[in-house]
């Protein structure tokens, strides 16, 4: 039950895009399609970005999306808004009904 | 809208018991797999356990196993995380969350802090 491997922080202007990558093995990240993405402002509870590596649930813009190769799966923000500045965090399915969540990564936007 | 409040978190000593609640509303739980997650202060979010609809299957980060024990009442609409010979690591934001591999409803949280 490693943790899944993000970078720590990313940063990007407004307006630009950035992709954050979510690493695990293949007994987690690429052996399933059970992906999520979170967004954490501070003090907040997570809120559900992604599901199931590309699905997105009602409500959350189209700039979000998320895709997966192999072991790694990403989530890319297109359009940059000074609201996307929070903390992201991917989990993935393991197997025997256990979900694992990567470290989390600080996106800055300049 | 869903709500999930989760109530229960305190300080408690090194080796002590406490048992964190989430009441559930506006939302038909009994269909949910439930789970909890915590987060560590500065840290990011932990897996902690999860349980079926029924409350058949119970699953648990390695850490926890044979302290804490995750269980529901559905009639109650609520879930619960007993918590045994808690240890200092054991000090997050405790968050109930509906689903099994993915998480749409959150609650706030509640804090536990294990000092002596």
């Known amino acids: 039950q490693s943790a899944l491997t993000q970078p720590a922080s990313v940063s990007g202007s407004p307006g630009q895009s950035i992709t954050i990558s979510c690493t695990g093995t293949?007994?987690?990240?690429?052996?399933?399609?059970?992906v999520s993405w979170y967004q954490q402002h501070p003090g907040k509870a997570p809120k559900l970005m992604i599901y199931?590596?590309?699905n997105r649930p009602s409500g959350v813009p189209d700039r979000f999306s998320g895709s997966k190769s192999g072991n790694t799966a990403s989530l890319t923000i297109s359009g940059l808004q000074a609201e996307d500045e929070a903390d992201y965090y991917c989990s993935s399915y393991t197997g025997s009904s256990t979900v694992v969540f990567g470290g989390g990564t600080k996106l800055t936007v300049l | 809208e869903v709500q999930l409040v989760e109530s229960g978190g305190g300080l408690v000593q090194p080796g002590g018991s406490l048992r964190l609640s989430c009441a559930a509303s506006r939302f038909t739980f009994s269909s949910y797999w439930m789970t909890w997650v915590r987060q560590a202060p500065g840290k990011g979010l932990e897996w902690v356990a999860n349980?079926?609809?029924?409350?058949?299957?119970?699953y648990y980060v390695d850490s926890v196993k044979g302290r804490f024990t995750i269980s529901r009442d559905n009639a109650k609409n609520s879930l619960y995380l007993q918590m045994n010979s808690l240890r200092a690591e054991d000090a997050a934001v405790y968050y109930c969350a509906a689903g099994k591999l993915s998480h749409l409803y959150w609650g706030q949280g509640t804090v536990l802090t294990v000092s002596s």
């Open positions: 199931d590596v590309s």
């Open positions: 293949s007994s987690d990240v690429g052996g399933y399609n059970y």
């Open positions: 349980i079926e609809q029924d409350g058949s299957e119970k």
